[in-house]
């Protein structure tokens, strides 16, 4: 007998070609654990709707916990047609009962929610992961000065804290991009069949619960050709990897040369087969990489999607493999983000030396004279006149001393425990305000 489910009404064996094509079995068995699951939870809704006989749901329910993963890929379509196969083998023509009132339309769009489903709740563990790592490192790191920056040029003095929360803030919205993409999916299409629905009296709500979902779908043609779903994670996930490719861009210049802030560990650096003394950020650099190629699957899936019309079609076999190739990605990115952050060293005094330079305080001064009722407008062009004096005669703001505009209180805003003290409003970098800005990140991240 052979494995594809269908094919009764031809003729002609599939030519070798075709199954090549169409085959998709050598990826979608990523799905058999919840292939295996649905048809459980199929075969004890057709008990209940009378269609199998409890010894029959037993037998068929006993074999498919049986199933175990193939050895090759080879001679099956697709995951259901080995699952079925595999069905066969155990319990003989009781296995084609199982398929009534069900299609591999809904089969496969259940599976690959359940799949998501799972895949969701992981990613969620490993962002929260991340983000308490990055929190906890703010608290440490709460008044540690560092230069911060626009147009990455030096611009005001932050702390490395704030660096930190910065990340946190970007990943407590991915992780409730996340969540909300999960309770939108929350749906089972079981029960939709090919694309009007099951002529079987089945009870879809229960069905649904009993697989862990939320509610059964609404409308069975939507059912089978929608991903949404799929869209919504690769669309978390390119977001999520856009933040970490931020992130890993900063570490890779704060770990240069140039700058020298930090130093990765050794045991998430490489070398240089040629240059004995490289330390080379490649983790950084392929979560960098791996961004780009997030936001290509997105654009893939959304534009394989764009013309579809109602309900399947194959072009939908497609959708799974940048899912696929998503999650393994993110399985590994994180889990190495996380334990970078963990263990990076920090040179505190390099870091506190170069936010403490004159260029990076001159906003100080400029508020300090502002203090006075100077307008601020006036005001920054007292101190952008000195700047410029002072880079000519390459002198700093405090070696250039007072002059006729410029008060010896105002040069004393040229200290960064100061400057950095000042900006204690809500969400602002002063020691105080990132301390308490950590542990709130830190509960906000437990919920």
Known sequence: MTNQ??????????????????????????????????????ADALERAGVLSKDEAKKTIAALTRVQAPVA???????????????????????????????????????????????????????????????????EENATPMPGYTHLKRAEPVTFGHWCLAYVEMLLRDR???????????????????LSGTPIAIDR?????????????SNSLDAVSDRDFAADYLYTASMLLIHLSRLAEDLIFFTSDETAFADLPDALSTGSSRMPQK??????????????????????????????????????????????????????????????????????????????HDLLLATGVADAIASRGI???????????????????????????????????DLA??????????RNTFGGTAPARVAEAATVAVRRLDG
Not at 176 to 194: I, K, Q, T, V, Y
């Open 176 to 194: 409730s991009r996340l969540r909300d993409a999960a309770e939108r999916g929350d749906e089972c299409p079981l029960g939709s069949a090919a």
């Open 279 to 356: 330390k080379n950020p490649d983790v950084l650099e392929l979560v960098r990489g791996h961004a780009g190629r997030s936001i290509g699957e997105l654009t893939g899936l959304l534009a394989l999607m764009k013309g579809l019309p109602l309900a399947y079609d194959k072009d939908m076999q497609l959708d799974k493999e940048p899912l696929f190739r998503m999650r393994a990605t993110l399985m590994l990115a994180l889990p190495a983000l996380t334990e970078l952050i963990a263990k990076l060293a920090i040179d505190r005094e390099r870091m506190k030396s170069a936010a403490s």
């Open 5 to 42: 489910l269908w094919g009764g009404r031809f003729e002609a064996a599939a030519s070798e070609l075709l199954r090549r094509f169409n085959d998709s079995f050598s990826f979608d068995q990523q799905l058999l654990a919840e292939d295996v699951e649905g048809s459980i939870a199929w």
């Open 205 to 217: 709500d229960a069905l649904a619960k009993s697989l862990g979902f939320a509610r059964a779908t």
């Open 413 to 422: 805003a040229l200290d960064v425990e100061k400057a950095l003290g000042k």
């Open 73 to 139: 890929a080879d001679g099956y379509e697709d995951v259901h047609s080995y699952v079925e196969a595999k069905l066969r083998d155990s319990i003989g023509e009781l296995a084609g009962k199982l398929h009534t009132g069900r299609s591999r339309n809904d089969q496969v769009a259940t599976d690959l929610k359940l799949w998501l489903k799972r895949s969701s709740a992981e990613l969620d563990q490993l962002i929260t992961s991340l983000g308490t790592t990055l929190a906890k490192r703010a608290a």
């Open 375 to 409: 307008p601020f407008r006036e005001a920054h062009d007292i101190v952008s006149a000195r700047v410029g004096q002072a880079i000519k005669e390459k002198k700093t703001l405090r070696e250039l001393g007072t002059s006729d505009k410029i008060t010896a209180a």
